[in-house]
């Protein structure tokens, strides 16, 4: 039988009852029509699931008493970090969703030259919240107990000054010499991998990723949409050197 896991932004014990937020709860009273005494998994994001059961509450509350704690280890050894040109509607909500099923670590979402997306600043804090929650519910399907982190929307100048140093740094280049199946990932290392918005990388783009140390790499011969680009070059960087060998 397939058990219902849920994500809550709080802090969660063995031995505590809560209520949840409107949202879960919402879902599992309308959507699942669960009923007091019935058994779901709450997790938080810090790796561990907790067995919980549904508490008699009102019709449209959810009161939950947290169970058993359970270590949960299904992240891939290999940490992807991706470096996202902001798409349209759904098909970020596609990217996202896909790159957190395949074991993405972190996504930073930004704006280039040529992307077809312009926020003001109550926008992209609105979309950043529907990001990061279709990262949670997508954790949710996935069984992953560690969610990724969706940075706020920056600039691509902006986002390369955030990163740390070091690690593997690709850009995916149809025009690139080497696949990224034979990239050179140090091990330990994490991968930033650089996928270009709907228009594409400008020559003023990459420039700069190539000054901050990207390399190119090819993903066979054919121009792959955003939306398939990042997602393809995650499951084969993954199917290489990460946990789907």
């Not at 390369?160 to 690709?170: I, M, N, Q």
């Not at 091990?187 to 901050?212: C, F, H, M, N, T």
Request: one cysteine or more; aromatic letters at 4%.
């Amino acid at each position: 039988m397939r058990v219902t896991r849920v994500h809550v932004a709080m802090p969660l014990a063995t031995g505590m009852e809560i209520e949840l937020p409107e949202g879960p709860a919402g879902h599992l009273l309308r959507v699942l029509r669960l009923k007091p005494g019935d058994r779901f998994v709450l997790f938080n994001g810090d790796g561990r699931d907790f067995e919980a059961s549904m508490l008699p509450a009102g019709k449209r509350s959810v009161r939950a008493q947290v169970g058993a704690a359970l270590e949960v280890d299904r992240e891939s050894p290999l940490r992807i970090i991706l470096l996202q040109g902001i798409a349209r509607g759904e098909k970020m909500d596609l990217v996202l969703q896909k790159a957190t099923e395949l074991g993405v670590a972190e996504v930073l979402p930004l704006f280039s030259e040529r992307s077809e997306v312009r926020l003001d600043a109550a926008r992209a804090e609105k979309r950043l919240a529907h990001w990061r929650s279709v990262v949670a519910s997508a954790c949710e399907q996935s069984w992953r107990a560690r969610v990724p982190e969706v940075a706020p929307p920056r600039t691509l100048a902006g986002t390369l000054a955030s990163l740390a140093p070091g690690g593997s740094r690709l850009l995916l280049d149809p025009e690139a010499e080497s696949s990224i199946a034979a990239s050179p990932i140090a091990p330990g290392e994490p991968v930033l991998l650089a996928i270009g918005p709907e228009g594409g990388w400008s020559p003023r783009d990459r420039e700069q990723l190539q000054a901050a140390g990207f390399a190119g790499a090819r993903l066979g011969p054919r121009i792959l949409r955003t939306e398939t680009a990042g997602l393809a070059a995650i499951a084969v960087l993954q199917a290489s050197f990460g946990d789907l060998r």
